[in-house]
């Protein structure tokens, strides 16, 4: 890996100064969203009793978190984001060199794992490969989709969590009811807002999902990534990786006014791709070294040896 800039954690120091708390400061929470992604803190084994007390905590946990979330990701915040991180110049590396990075940092914050993320990724990835030993670019997106939580490493500006995890929505338009604890969205300045309350809000009907901007985490990174690095994924996984958190989408069925026809043959693959991604985590292990060969040959297909990060 060849770290490109040292990048101060710019965006920190705005969080500051809102002075709105960040999720990584040692709570004892512990939030499990997105498939098997686990925000550290608390050990999730050898809770034999109490349990109520700590489902109670995590639940205050999650509730925060989102609460967090909801009030900051604006159309503004997403904008700058993405402007920034799309400059690409953080870091150089390749698939494999991320999913070690990813590998080792989060393994690092989680003692208690009792398996490496790698092997999380894996796991998607070879359970897909199973049911559709066909569709190989659907294999590889199983093991990167994850890969923009990089973001919460030093080298990509150590992010807070609510800026980097959790369920995306978009930005620019009203927020859905169906989506998660949407109450904490009366606190978001684009609520108030109107060019940003309405329906439509500054997109139009059928306009694309490509469109419209997302909150900011992992899942735009990651597509941002692959898609300035001219990966040659067919769009299917690419709406994957950026929709995969999504799930007033694909599970509420929301938002369907900003889709066009392209979008709707591509959430069919999405909704098939997130059985896997939930439930996964199976307690197969995955051989890494046996697999590896197979996936590095997909990562050669379909990404440059190389990318900007
Ligand atoms: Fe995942
Ligand atoms: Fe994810």
Known sequence: MTILYEHPPAFGVELEEKNIPVDHDGQENELVLDGGF?????????HTFRDYDIESERQKGVEEFYRTNHINQ???????????????????MSIWECCELLNEFIDESDPDLDEPQIEHLLQTAEAIR???????WLH??????????????PAFGELPQWAVVGDTFPVGCAFDESIVHHKY???????????YNSKYGV??????????SMSWGHDDYMYLVAKENKTTLPSAGLFIIRYHSFYALHRAGAYRHLMNEEDVENLKWLKIFNKYDLYSKSKVRIDVEKVKPYYLSLIEKYFPAKLRW
């Open 38 to 46: 686990i925000v550290p803190d608390a050990n999730s084994f050898g």
């Open 74 to 92: 604006t159309y503004g915040f997403v904008k700058r984001m993405r402007e920034e991180y799309g400059k690409l110049n953080r870091v150089e």
């Open 130 to 136: 199973k049911d559709y030993p066909d569709e190989d």
């Open 140 to 153: 590889l997106t199983g093991l990167i989709h994850d890969l923009g939580k990089v973001l919460l490493h």
């Open 185 to 195: 969205f009366t606190e978001n300045p684009d609520c108030n807002n109107s060019a």
């Open 203 to 212: 997109y139009s009907e059928g306009c694309g999902l490509d469109r419209v």
